[in-house]
């Protein structure tokens, strides 16, 4: 029966580990907004810091679930982060509108 089994649970787990990609930051005001944008090979992401200790600037490179819904928890060189993925998109216009609505209000 476990030679039947095991290799359906291991496809399932497989399925649904959450993938891991880099990205690097590039819209963010340090000090100023917890929101950041991040470029990955799929698009661009639009992520809020919650918890660590970071500070997110331009150039910073970023590996974890970038374009996964909500708080992740993501590796900025040797330091562990949490965020949350507002949004994400394959192009840059629609993120860094919703960048500016978040960090530069009217």
Same mark, same amino acid.
């Given at each position: !029966?476990? !030679?039947?089994?095991?290799? /359906?649970?291991?496809?399932v787990l497989?399925a649904?580990?959450?993938e891991e990609? %880099?990205?690097e930051?590039?819209?963010s #005001?340090?000090g100023?907004?917890?929101?950041f944008?991040v470029h990955t090979? *799929?698009? @661009?992401?639009?992520?809020? &810091?919650?918890?660590g +200790? +970071? /500070? @997110?600037?331009?150039? %910073? *490179?970023?590996r974890?679930?970038l374009?996964? %819904?909500?708080?992740?928890? #993501? ?5 562990? /982060?949490?965020?949350? #993925?507002?949004? &994400?998109a394959?192009?840059l216009d629609? /993120?860094?509108r919703?960048? +500016?609505?978040?960090?530069?209000p009217?």
């Open positions: !029966m476990w !030679m039947v089994v095991a290799p /359906v649970l291991a496809s497989l649904s580990a959450p990609i %880099d990205g930051v590039v819209l #005001v340090p100023l907004c917890e929101a944008v090979d *799929r698009g @661009f992401s639009l992520l809020t &810091w919650t918890g +200790y +970071y /500070v @997110f600037t331009e150039g %910073d *490179r970023l974890g679930c374009h996964c %819904d909500g708080i992740q928890h #993501v590796r900025a060189g040797a330091e562990a /982060v949490t965020v949350r #993925v507002e949004d &994400w394959s192009n629609g /993120v860094r919703k960048f +500016y609505r978040l960090c530069a009217d």
